[in-house]
């Protein structure tokens, strides 16, 4: 079956500093890709998302791109925010149109001043 | 603005005390979604309807049932919840048929389980 592997957290950081949290991914086809956000008390928001090979996903600073020959996912930022401090989800949908996501477990990022 | 609407944001129940979540949306979507989040854990879905059809997941406990009346609400109940039950409910919303099944979610509702 489908599944999703991210880097286990938390991620402690200082404000500026480069961030990567990784994502590997196992699935048949060709599954969408997508990075979700959960501030604390909040429920997920989209952060960004990538439907095939070599796509890049990019919002509000962050990036990631779809590697097929790598079954990966990373996401980065070139300068984290202590805003930033959030729990990360990685998700994978296996099909087009209607099918459910495969989360990743999550990885807590903590942003220091 | 089009959202996922989730009442109440905080639940208190009593062990063995049958309570009901509700989830409302704007955004028209076919499709809607009820996830259990513990806590540092990834969502887990429960069910979600295409229109009216109903989708359980094997897993899920006959405990959880659910109800969508119409296109825009979707309730969750707990016919018997247990101290294994407090959690964060969260509902989320998707289209159905663009490519890239984006879910829209809601606030969550945390439940309480005393």
């Known amino acids: 079956g489908d599944s999703v592997t991210q880097m286990e957290g938390p991620v402690t950081l200082s404000e500026e500093a480069f961030l990567t949290i990784n994502c590997t991914y196992t699935a048949t086809g060709y599954p969408s890709l997508f990075w979700y956000v959960q501030y604390p008390g909040e429920g997920l928001q989209l952060l960004l998302k990538a439907t095939k090979a070599d796509d890049k996903g990019s919002n509000k600073g962050f990036e990631a791109t779809y590697r097929k020959e790598t079954t990966s996912f990373h996401l980065e930022k070139g300068s984290v925010q202590v805003s930033d401090s959030a729990v990360y989800f990685c998700a994978l949908s296996d099909r087009a149109g209607y099918s459910t996501l495969t989360f990743g477990k999550g990885t807590m990022l903590l942003v220091s001043p | 603005d089009a959202m996922v609407i989730q009442n109440p944001r905080y639940q208190v129940t009593q062990f063995g005390k049958p309570v009901t979540l509700s989830c409302s949306q704007t955004?028209?979507?076919?499709?809607m979604y009820w996830y259990q989040q513990k806590s540092s854990q990834a969502p887990k879905l429960l069910f979600h309807?295409?229109?009216?059809?109903?989708?359980n997941e094997a897993d899920t406990p006959d405990n959880f049932q659910s109800r969508r009346p119409n296109t825009s609400f979707c309730f969750l109940d707990i016919r018997s919840p247990g101290l294994g039950d407090a959690a964060m409910y969260l509902c989320?919303?998707?289209?159905?048929?663009?490519?890239?099944?984006?879910?829209?979610f809601g606030p969550g509702t945390r439940l309480t389980v005393l």
């Open positions: 309807y295409y229109d009216k059809d109903f989708n």
């Open positions: 955004l028209n979507h076919n499709v």
């Open positions: 989320a919303t998707s289209t159905g048929t663009e490519v890239y099944n984006e879910q829209f």
